[in-house]
């Protein structure tokens, strides 16, 4: 059964630092990998797709790297702004899901940028 | 906005209630789901609705029933809930076979008494 872990669990950093986000999987058969940003009570916003042929994908501040073979991906946060507090999720699109095409999630990065 | 709403954002009802949740999506995607978020617990899926397959999970008690009558068009319907049911529930939709990134709804916050 894919499991999908992130750590922290939450974060704190000052304004304009660079941060990285971890999520680590346990089952390398995947179609993709998903980085999302949820505010609270609210619902998800996709930040990154990575298909499981890519190494890393790029957008605004955000890079989001893959390394299918050891189960890992990290989200690269540059200068962070207080608009990027948030929890950050990472969900993966296993192969065992089929045509469903399922995501199993990871519990997400409580992050806070404080100005 | 997503292009994905779900009605209503908010819900209070005691144990022998019946209501359903609805959710529309905008996008001309041809997947929807059903998610469950608790508190300190992962995202947990619940239901899927593609091309007019359906896909549960079996943890998923029998007192949630989906309904998709069309692709646009996503409801789950509650019935004789326990205090745990207590959670966010999201909607999403995709277009299978595309990239498949999924667009969620804002969720309605649910609260069993």
């Known amino acids: 059964k894919q499991e999908v872990t992130q750590i922290p669990a939450a974060l704190s950093v000052p304004e304009g630092e660079n941060l990285v986000l971890n999520c680590s999987f346990t089952?390398?058969?995947?179609?993709?990998l998903q980085w999302f940003r949820q505010d609270p009570g609210k619902g998800l916003t996709s930040l990154l797709l990575?298909?499981?042929?890519?190494r890393e994908q790029t957008s605004g501040r955000l890079n989001a790297s893959l390394d299918k073979s050891s189960g890992r991906s990290t989200l690269y946060i540059a200068a962070s702004q207080p608009g990027d507090s948030a929890t950050y999720l990472c969900?993966?699109?296993?192969?065992?899901?089929?045509?469903?095409?399922?995501?199993?999630f990871g519990s997400g990065t409580q992050l806070t940028v404080l100005p | 906005e997503t292009g994905v709403t779900q009605t209503p954002r908010h819900l209070v009802m005691g144990m022998t209630n019946k209501k359903s949740l609805k959710c529309e999506q905008h996008?001309?995607?041809?997947?929807m789901y059903w998610y469950k978020q608790s508190a300190k617990k992962p995202l947990e899926l619940m239901f899927v609705?593609?091309?007019?397959?359906?896909?549960e999970n079996n943890s998923v008690p029998s007192r949630f029933s989906p309904e998709c009558p069309n692709s646009s068009h996503l409801f789950l319907h509650l019935h004789t809930l326990q205090p745990e049911d207590s959670a966010l529930y999201l909607c999403?939709?995709?277009?299978?076979?595309?990239?498949?990134?999924?667009?969620f709804g804002p969720g309605t916050r649910l609260t069993v008494l």
């Open positions: 999403a939709s995709s277009q299978k076979g595309a990239a498949d990134t999924q667009y």
């Open positions: 089952d390398s058969a995947i179609y993709n």
């Open positions: 990575i298909q499981s042929s890519q």
């Open positions: 969900a993966v699109n296993p192969i065992s899901s089929g045509s469903a095409r399922q995501l199993t």
């Open positions: 996008l001309g995607h041809n997947a």
């Open positions: 609705y593609s091309l007019e397959e359906r896909v």
